[in-house]
């Protein structure tokens, strides 16, 4: 069985910064004490007019690539996860591989909302693990949900921001690939997320009158213990694979969403609130690549994984999916 690695870490955040105040200003009511006191967010990035998805997966990807000491022309395989792709079809990846410049990589998309990143992660790994032909795969996840936010919804308008983040995948002769788990729970499939635009409903005139254009919803509420109850399983499915217990990780990096939930979930599985990292407070609500975004940030800071490190991701989105894997730390 070959030995895959996390060769290097990329991510990229739009120049504008905007604050909690610019935001309430949009929305017209002041919800800036509330956020960081209960969410953590106190400002985020927005990018510029004439940026898109995956102008923001290249630069972070275009990181990953140098820190690996490869080219784009090396890249076997491209896999991008995002739920706000440049165009519903054809796929991000495909103007990501152009942009690039990674002629002869393939490349596909995946769409599972906010666990979309680890999922990716996982299928990049079980890719080089099977096929010998391959030696790099880049993973990267985008995330432009300024262009879907309805600033009449202050439950959505607040959180959301900008950015991506990227791995490259490799092969190597330590282990670094330990073990992963996905787990979902579909009747909230209905519940968060960007309803107008596919064939559920489309953009015709009627539509687009009645709904207004694409934007992201709250249609109904999640069970405000769906953490506590679920993401203890999820990770334990990944550990149990590796034949590893909590106390074993020597690194979280949890879903960006809430400060809050990161706090109450170190301590409920008693691990030193030290072992997670979060960048929220300045980067807002990121989507599926914030988990590598913290990861990319973490090591920036001084504060990542050292060589031997155990990491591990939990990450869940809309639908609700959900995605956990465990990681051994090899990248120099």
């Given at each position: 069985?070959?030995n895959?690695?996390?060769l290097?870490?990329g991510?990229?955040?739009?120049?504008?910064?905007?604050?909690?105040?610019?935001?309430?200003?949009?929305?017209?009511?002041?919800?800036?004490?509330?956020?960081?006191?209960?969410?953590?967010?106190?400002e985020?990035?927005?990018?510029?007019?004439?940026?898109?998805?995956?102008?923001?997966?290249v630069?972070?990807?275009?990181?990953?690539?140098?820190?690996?000491?490869?080219?784009?022309?090396?890249?076997?395989?491209?896999?991008?996860?995002?739920?706000?792709?440049?165009?519903?079809?054809?796929?991000?990846?495909?103007?990501?591989?152009?942009?690039?410049?990674?002629?002869?990589?393939?490349?596909?998309?995946?769409?599972?909302?906010?666990?979309?990143?680890?999922?990716?992660?996982?299928?990049?790994?079980?890719?080089?693990?099977?096929?010998?032909?391959?030696?790099?795969?880049?993973?990267?996840?985008?995330?432009?949900?300024?262009?879907?936010?309805?600033?009449?919804?202050?439950?959505t308008?607040?959180?959301?921001?900008?950015?991506?983040?990227?791995?490259?995948?490799?092969?190597?002769?330590?282990?670094?690939?330990?073990?992963?788990?996905?787990?979902?729970?579909?009747?909230?499939h209905?519940?968060?997320g960007?309803?107008?635009?596919?064939?559920?409903?489309?953009?015709?005139?009627?539509?687009?009158?009645?709904?207004?254009?694409?934007?992201?919803?709250?249609?109904?509420?999640?069970?405000?213990?769906?953490?506590?109850?679920?993401?203890?399983?999820?990770?334990?499915?990944?550990?149990?694979?590796?034949?590893?217990?909590?106390?074993?990780?020597?690194?979280?990096?949890?879903?960006q969403?809430?400060?809050?939930?990161?706090?109450?979930?170190?301590?409920?599985?008693?691990?030193?609130?030290?072992?997670?990292?979060?960048?929220?407070?300045?980067?807002?609500?990121?989507?599926?690549?914030?988990?590598?975004?913290?990861?990319?940030?973490?090591?920036?800071?001084?504060?990542?994984?050292?060589?031997?490190?155990?990491?591990?991701?939990?990450?869940?989105?809309?639908?609700?999916?959900?995605?956990?894997?465990?990681?051994?730390?090899?990248?120099?």
């Amino acid at each position: 069985m070959r030995n895959i690695q996390i060769l290097s870490t990329g991510s990229y955040v739009p120049e504008r910064v905007v604050t909690n105040a610019e935001v309430d200003a949009m929305m017209g009511e002041s919800t800036s004490e509330w956020l960081e006191a209960n969410v953590g967010i106190k400002e985020r990035r927005w990018m510029a007019p004439e940026q898109v998805t995956s102008d923001l997966i290249v630069e972070a990807s275009k990181k990953a690539l140098e820190r690996a000491g490869i080219t784009a022309a090396d890249l076997d395989l491209i896999i991008v996860s995002t739920d706000t792709p440049d165009y519903l079809s054809p796929s991000t990846s495909i103007v990501v591989q152009n942009k690039l410049g990674a002629e002869k990589a393939g490349c596909y998309d995946i769409n599972s909302a906010c666990a979309g990143w680890v999922t990716a992660l996982d299928q990049g790994a079980k890719y080089l693990m099977t096929e010998p032909q391959m030696k790099y795969i880049l993973v990267a996840g985008g995330y432009g949900m300024s262009r879907f936010l309805d600033f009449k919804d202050k439950k959505t308008a607040n959180l959301f921001a900008d950015g991506a983040g990227a791995v490259v995948l490799g092969v190597g002769e330590e282990q670094g690939f330990l073990g992963s788990n996905l787990l979902a729970v579909g009747s909230f499939h209905d519940a968060l997320g960007i309803y107008t635009g596919g064939t559920y409903r489309p953009c015709t005139p009627e539509n687009m009158a009645q709904f207004g254009g694409p934007k992201v919803e709250f249609v109904k509420k999640f069970p405000k213990t769906f953490n506590t109850e679920y993401w203890p399983k999820l990770m334990q499915g990944a550990l149990d694979k590796a034949g590893l217990k909590f106390d074993d990780v020597n690194h979280y990096y949890f879903t960006q969403l809430n400060l809050r939930t990161i706090e109450f979930m170190m301590d409920l599985l008693k691990q030193p609130l030290e072992k997670a990292h979060w960048v929220m407070d300045k980067w807002g609500y990121t989507g599926s690549p914030c988990v590598v975004m913290a990861l990319d940030d973490s090591i920036a800071q001084g504060k990542g994984p050292k060589s031997g490190d155990v990491i591990l991701f939990c990450a869940s989105g809309g639908g609700i999916t959900m995605a956990s894997s465990v990681w051994k730390w090899t990248a120099k």
